[in-house]
């Protein structure tokens, strides 16, 4: 009888050994050097509906969506110029009205049901820049106007073991709005952010 049982041990043993072997795992890493712009320049009028105007340079960006992992690494390198610049003229518009100039060296998430481990790291050297000029006149809506900078963001969403995150930002990072808004009939919201590093945990 003890023998039986010794050998169902082991046969567990290493039927759980199959199951972690076929465990997912996640590795990722991106290397950009390249300067990275974007400019949008835009005149919009009499529109009956909502507009939206967004100009974007990112350098790295990665999702890694999934449900469970041993591990999930991620490995982001920016040394490029990123460079987004919105140039927009708005008028007799019904609906609402969304401006954004978003400059980002390097962004991530991560999504997972539960990993074994997590772990990030994310490195900029070079200066993203976010640039808004706009003028917006006779809006029915709501308007919302954001220059956003940022070196470095992460956000890990999930249960895991061990996470673990480092951010070094070296670089000067610049937003400018500059806005001129009349005549709107709902809220108005301007933005102008620099982030150097924003890390983001929750799920745990």
């Not at 060296?105 to 049901?113: D, R």
Request: glycine share 10%; hydrophobic share 45%.
């Amino acid at each position: 009888m003890k023998k039986i049982v010794y050998f169902a041990a082991v046969a567990a043993l290493f039927v759980s050994g199959a199951a972690q072997a076929a465990e997912s795992n996640v590795s990722t890493s991106q290397n950009n050097s390249a300067n990275i712009k974007s400019t949008l320049n835009a005149t919009v009028e009499h529109v009956q509906d909502a507009v939206s105007l967004t100009s974007a340079a990112i350098g790295n960006t990665v999702t890694i969506d999934g449900g469970q992992a041993g591990y999930v690494k991620n490995n982001q390198v920016f040394r490029g110029d990123a460079v987004a610049q919105l140039n927009g003229t708005l008028s007799d518009i019904d609906g609402k009205v969304d401006a954004t100039a978003a400059a980002i060296a390097n962004s991530g998430t991560i999504n997972v049901t539960y990993a074994g481990s997590i772990s990030n790291t994310q490195l900029a050297d070079y200066d993203p820049t976010a640039t808004l000029s706009a003028r917006i006149n006779g809006v029915g809506d709501d308007v919302s106007a954001t220059a956003a900078a940022i070196s470095n963001s992460m956000t890990i969403n999930g249960d895991f073991g061990y996470a673990g995150s480092f951010q070094g930002n070296g670089a000067a990072v610049n937003a400018v709005a500059n806005l001129s808004v009349g005549n709107v009939s709902g809220a108005v919201s301007a933005t102008s952010a620099a982030i150097g590093n924003t890390l983001t945990v929750k799920g745990f």
